[in-house]
């Protein structure tokens, strides 16, 4: 058997180069094999314990003697005891034990995947059939997810966003590298690459016991951003400290202890407990979206990678999305009154990606849950190349604070304070070649960015009061999501103006946008 050259690794073992599977090939492959437990083999596990649990007793009656077994009751337990209907009810349970593997087994065997040049394709169901299609030139994203039990068996969630409601896209599950080199060859057909070759995906198979537990092991402490995989200058993080602080300012919690507080006020006068019924439902509903929102911005990271923004968070169950260059339709800062005195500000955005099926995909809009205004403006330039440079810094800066004379921006006149009391001086907009700014809010800051290349029209509505007032609304329209790029009770001709400016600009950056196909010649 001949060596390897002095300096280079020996490569793989055949049995381990026969497991090189490329999964992008056109053909139709099946999904990770743990795939019909991860699915719904724990639900059934959890039933089974659940039921198990509470026939204890009757069960060691059934060994020891005594227990509930032996009374006269009507439960239909008691009626199979007496009658001596226990192997039958055992071979009943058997059967359906394994018809329920069965059906599992069955899914995952109908359940396959192909992935072409042009697309990706799902095909499922044992009865009623579902073929689901998403064009690689429409994806707006693509998320990895990893929950707890997923992790356990290297096994992770890829969701393809695609654009369009509800046309996403889901592979589940994968094994945790093949999910990997999978978004890197999407995303890399997607960008218009001309280059050959193909990501091939390495199956791991290692017969071991502790062979798997120490791979898992590494896989749980491992950092959630590989750091080859991003420049570190790029890498923006979340301090902890931050995270918390800005957990504890949020309006969400401010309001959660004022209903705690005048629950417990008004329970108290009352001398009653009932009043709280009506109000723990809220509570709960308050303090899980609190806790949901710290747990997911444990590990948060944002990054430059060759094939767009990379967001990864979690602690325990991860997740982390590529949103390729030209995905981004609007962005929003804002910023909360409690977070003003730290400078701390949230980030937001709008995709062309929509589903009903959003369980523990990603598909949150904010991109950077809290913020530097430094680290704000990293993240601009993450999610907004060549749009948010040196010339339009200056307008981000002055939309971030209060508003002056000159600082860029066109504001509402001082009639508008009939309708916006404390606003209308900073209510204003500025327009650059390749985006638009608007500034909103007086108490909760915000603004907008909208890249005049992704903008799908601009509107301009005038009712009888603001005829009246010599005041119009405008309105950038932009795909469907949290962010609503509106901005009222402008001056008429002023909004007119507006109008027109924008409409001019959105269709000569439309005509030369060239972001969807970003690695194209």
């Keep these: ?11 793989p073992a055949p049995a381990a180069a026969a497991l090189a599977v490329d999964l992008a090939d056109g053909e139709w492959h099946r999904l990770h094999p743990a795939t019909p437990l991860l699915r719904g083999g724990f639900a059934f596990v959890a039933i089974a314990g659940f039921v198990l649990a509470n026939l204890r007793e009757r069960i060691l009656g059934l060994f020891l003697g005594g227990g509930p077994g032996d009374g006269e009751g009507g439960d239909p337990i008691d009626l199979i005891v007496r009658r001596g209907l226990i192997p039958i009810a055992l071979v009943v349970v058997l059967v359906v034990l394994i018809v329920i593997i069965a059906i599992f087994w069955l899914s995952w065997r109908v359940h396959s995947f192909r992935i072409t040049n042009e697309l990706v394709e799902v095909r499922s169901g044992i009865l009623f059939r579902t073929n689901r299609r998403g064009r690689l030139d429409r994806i707006q994203g693509i998320n990895v997810g990893r929950p707890l039990f997923a992790r356990l068996f290297g096994a992770a ?20 590298r093949n999910a990997d080199a999978l978004r890197r060859l999407i995303l890399q057909r997607a960008s218009g690459s001309r280059e050959a070759g193909t990501a091939a995906a390495q199956l791991e198979h290692d017969g071991s016991l502790g062979g798997m537990v120490s791979q898992r092991a590494r896989e749980f402490v491992a950092p959630e951003l590989d750091p080859q995989l991003a420049p570190p200058e790029s890498v923006v993080t979340m301090h902890p400290g931050r995270l918390l602080g800005s957990t504890v300012l949020h309006d969400r919690t401010v309001v959660f202890v004022l209903l705690v507080i005048a629950a417990a006020v008004l329970a108290s006068a009352a001398h009653t407990f009932y009043v709280l019924f009506g109000v723990v439902p809220v509570l709960l509903g308050i303090g899980s979206q609190i806790v949901r929102r710290f747990s997911r911005s444990l590990r948060y990271s944002i990054a430059a990678t060759p094939d767009g923004v990379r967001v990864g968070y979690g602690l325990l169950s991860t997740n982390n999305e590529t ?15 409690l977070w003003r005195p730290a400078d701390w500000w949230e980030v937001r955005i709008n995709l062309a990606s929509h589903s009903d099926r959003q369980e523990g995909g990603r598909r949150t809009s904010t991109i950077l849950p809290v913020g530097s205004r430094a680290e704000v403006f990293r993240v601009l330039e993450l999610v907004l190349p060549g749009i948010v440079g040196d010339g339009s810094r200056q307008l981000v800066v002055a939309g971030l604070a209060r508003a002056a004379v000159d600082d860029g921006y066109t504001g509402s006149p001082r009639r508008a304070a009939v309708l916006r009391w404390f606003s209308w001086r ?9 985006a638009v700014l608007l500034r909103r ?16 029209s601009v509107s301009l ?4 009061l603001l005829r009246m007032l010599r005041l119009a609304d405008v309105h950038v329209h932009t795909v469907a999501g949290p962010i609503r790029a509106t901005l009222d009770d402008l001056d008429a001709v002023v909004a007119a103006g507006f109008f027109r400016d924008v409409a001019a600009s959105g269709v000569a950056a439309a005509a030369a946008d060239r972001t969807h196909r970003w690695r194209s010649a």
Excluded at 1 to 11: D, I, K, R, T, Y
Excluded at 157 to 176: C, K, M, P, T
Excluded at 323 to 328: D, Q, T
């Design 1 to 11: 058997m001949s060596e390897p050259a002095p300096g280079v690794a020996p490569g």
């Design 157 to 176: 969630r890829l969701d393809i966003n695609v654009a369009g409601h509800d046309a996403n896209v889901q592979l589940a599950y994968l094994s945790g």
């Design 323 to 337: 949103l390729p260059p030209g995905r981004i339709h609007s962005v929003e800062i804002r910023q909360p009154l």
């Design 426 to 434: 900073r209510n204003g907009f500025a327009l650059e070649p390749e």
């Design 441 to 456: 809010g007086a108490i909760w800051r915000s603004l907008i960015v909208v890249p005049t290349a992704r903008m799908q």
């Design 461 to 464: 509505r005038q009712g009888p």
